[in-house]
């Protein structure tokens, strides 16, 4: 098999399991660019895919790998040095590094076999701010007495806010303090595709045994779960048997269980009955604070001025953040000079020179329905039915909020409703997003998915 139609055939099978808006956001101008004795190298498009597909797909690409091909050891990614050269037009290509020395930093991809932790995620290198207090209190109490304090563990947040960098810290540092702790991590779509496999393989019972056997579970990005019923059924009576032997269950999921759509009520009751804790947003300071860490991870010395900069620029999350170093760092090794300020503008021209986001009332409606697990129609018409009326709210102060579409307008695109309802309807729910922190939490997931499409 040549390496594109190996690539071919990984692609092929990874887009079965994953959306179609995933897989081309994710998978669009990746290729696989040598195999050199089993190990091959993947070149993603820019820094953001690439860091992106490590942390959510390198499991899942290396086992397919594998499957097609056994001689196959291990995988890397890099960054297209198409990608590179075409952003960087000053760079000669003499100085552009030769691959060996690029692949140097992706030591990260040692990931233990039988916890599946990486043991670059510790408590040590996770900066604490107010945005995250919560969750890492919890988080590292979890960590000295699992199975006592708090459980489950529920812990969410948007994307790139460090999630799974909480749950890995917790798992490695049980590793580390406490002998003898057996500790699972998993992701979700990783979880689910080892039970159905069981199920179709008649070894449904073995594999619960095996959960069972753990002192600690973690699962990653539960909402994964939602709609999966044999899954969530098997999940629950993993669950129940850990729980009832005290062992420690951590999930992480991008919302609060009670928005999870179709979540089996006994699962989210479950969730619910140990502690729930949020990541929000960090502010600039912390931006900044997050920002100096990392740079001083990687051995960077940037300008106050520049990490300013970054910081203003790059708001939506931490992931964003450990992007925008590493390609200044990139440039920098490129180059071989130290970025000032104008070159760091010059660097980010193409996102400072976005348009402002826009969005439209479909969208909104769209994504409040997802949100909400509920059907657009049913959203959009007259129905007085409490799982809708809500939503319905919430979606008409989103089209006020985000396109300022007028309450006439906002009126008769929900059932020719009066305007008053719409007026009503927006100043209800701007009025609560004040005193209601979830409820807050709750709108801003549902802008990311808006602007997200
Ligand atoms: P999520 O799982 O919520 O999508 P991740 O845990 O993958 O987010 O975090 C994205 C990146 O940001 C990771 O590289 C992680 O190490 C880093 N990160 C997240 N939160 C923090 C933090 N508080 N301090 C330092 N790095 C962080
Ligand atoms: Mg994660």
Sequence with gaps: MTNEELWQAVLAEIQLGISRANFVTWFKNTEIVSNDEGVILVSAPNNFSKEWLENKYNKTILKILRGLDEG?????????????????PVVKKSLVAPL??????????HVDKETNL????????????????LAHAAASAVSKNPGQVYNPLFIYGGT?????????????????NIMGKKVKYLSSENFVSQIVLAIKNHKIEDLKNQYRQNDV?????????????????????????????????IISSDRPPKAIPALEERLRSRFEGGMIADISSPDLETRVAILKTKEQEKKMSLSNEILNYIATVFQKNIRELEGALNKIANAQKQKNFIINLDGAKLLFQSVTNLPPQTTSPKKIIQAVAQFYDLKEKDLVKESRKKEIVRPRQIAMYLLREEIKSSYPSIGRKFGGKDHTTAIYSCAKIGKEIKENENLA???NLIKQKVYSA
């Excluded at 050891?73 to 960087?88: A, H, N």
């Design 217 to 249: 579970l973690i699962i990653d990005d539960v909402q994964f779960l939602a709609g999966k019923e044999k899954t969530q059924e098997e999940f629950f009576h993993i669950f129940n048997a850990l729980y009832e032997k005290n062992k420690q269950i």
């Design 160 to 176: 790139g806010l460090g999630k799974t960098h909480l749950l890995q810290a917790v798992g490695n540092e049980i590793v580390k």
């Design 118 to 133: 990486n043991p670059r995620y510790t408590f040590e290198n996770f900066v604490i701010g107010s945005f995250n207090e």
């Design 100 to 109: 060996e020395e690029t692949q140097l930093e992706f030591e990260e991809l």
């Design 441 to 443: 939490n709750e709108i």
């Design 72 to 88: 196959i050891k291990d995988m890397r990614f890099i960054i297209s040095q198409k990608e590179l050269k075409e952003s960087l």
